[in-house]
């Protein structure tokens, strides 16, 4: 675990490799890329990538007037034309589905979707209602997390917009961030944010090192008209009265790095697994052994157990990915994500385990 990009730069003296150290994690890169996971796709509630950002899991709330309200899953994937495409799960009335190609999406559905990045475009057409993706986004910080967001944000973004309480530090970043507007100033006052235009904000971002003005500036940026805000908190069990003031995100570093820790630690092939929501229902990354009992058998076949108790979502074979089908037989070293009822993951653990 590592703060210093001093051990990774190009003219390093020594690499940690050369030093038996297998793997390192950068705390602030994995917040950043918590949070970009939602700026990249705005609305979600629910984001988790998968192999290194090329696959998405995105969970969204269903709302009167989005296109795919009344829509079956078939007539969905038909809209999405030729794009990779899959809803793996559905939460209605709190109970947690594994639809069917039959299956009608309803407004008040939470709908997790699996896709490609070069997907995203299409995907959020579909739910569209007057905002594609985020054009504008302001953030407040004060650290070295705050200052890698802004400038992953300005290469993605139209327009970006850093505040820093420190007058000395904001004028380092402004020499820093070349592609982003930089003001000295407390996002706890109303001025600081009208004077940032936080009424046409796509997304406001508060990543210092304080909860409490985290907490506090992202209330306010949302009462003034931005219309996404995420906090960073290190706080633990006050998620929920945070999203029930109308913060829309909760990054807790702490547990996000965990997550990433975790991750790392299960590479084997039973990889990272993710719940989703409150339901009894978990998205799984699998890779597939040697002398797997997988390996070569029709997933028709190999699935026969499972087939109102899980799905195969995406196969990623070498530099190709594609949706399965009953056909689909599988090869050592290919990568599966599954969408799992948790009742049925050790029998998938069992299915794909090497022989």
């Known amino acids: 675990r590592l703060r210093s990009r001093e051990f990774i730069s190009p003219d390093r003296h020594v690499g940690l490799e050369e030093l038996g150290v297998t793997d390192f994690i ?3 890169k994995v917040v950043v890329d918590a949070i970009g996971q939602y700026i990249e796709t705005p609305g979600s509630f629910n984001a988790v990538n998968f192999e290194d950002g090329q696959i998405l ?12 309200v009344g829509k079956s899953l078939i007539d969905i994937r038909l809209m999405m034309e030729d794009q990779l495409f899959l809803i793996a799960a559905v939460i209605r009335d709190g109970q947690g589905i594994i639809p069917s190609g039959d299956f009608t999406i309803e407004a008040g559905d939470r709908v997790y979707s699996l896709f490609p990045r070069s997907a995203i475009p299409s995907f959020l057409s579909l739910l569209s209602a007057g905002r594609i993706e985020a054009k504008r986004v302001i953030l ?5 997390s705050s200052r890698e967001l802004a400038a992953v944000l ?9 505040i820093d309480r420190d007058r000395k530090r904001a004028e380092e970043t402004a020499l820093l961030l070349e592609k982003t507007d930089v003001i000295h100033g407390d996002c706890t006052e109303i001025e600081t944010l009208k004077e940032a235009d936080i009424n046409r904000a796509d997304f406001f971002v508060a990543a210092s090192n304080e909860a409490d003005y985290n907490m506090l500036s992202a209330l306010l940026a949302k009462a003034e008209g931005a219309r996404e805000v995420i906090a960073v908190s290190t706080e633990f069990h006050h998620d929920r009265l945070f999203h029930s003031l109308g913060i829309d995100q909760v990054i807790n570093p702490r ?3 965990a997550r990433e820790i975790m991750q790392m630690i299960s590479r084997g092939h039973f990889g990272s ?3 989703l929501g409150e339901a009894e229902i978990e998205a799984v990354r699998l890779t597939v052994p040697e002398n797997s009992n997988a390996i070569g058998k029709p997933l028709s076949k190999l699935w026969k157990k499972l087939r109102k108790g899980a799905i195969v979502g995406i196969v990623i074979h ?4 594609k949706i399965p089908d009953g056909e ?3 090869e050592a070293g290919d990568h599966v994500i599954c969408v799992a009822y948790t009742k049925f993951l050790p029998v998938i653990e069992k299915l794909f385990k090497n022989k």
């Open 57 to 68: 899991l995105r969970g969204y709330l269903i709302r009167e007037g989005m296109p795919i």
């Open 255 to 257: 547990i996000t790095v």
């Open 273 to 275: 697994i993710v719940r």
């Open 140 to 144: 407040t910080g004060d650290n070295l």
């Open 318 to 321: 070498g530099e190709s990915m």
């Open 328 to 330: 689909t037989t599988l």
């Open 26 to 28: 950068f705390p602030e």
């Open 154 to 162: 300005q290469e993605r973004v139209s327009s970006v917009t850093y």
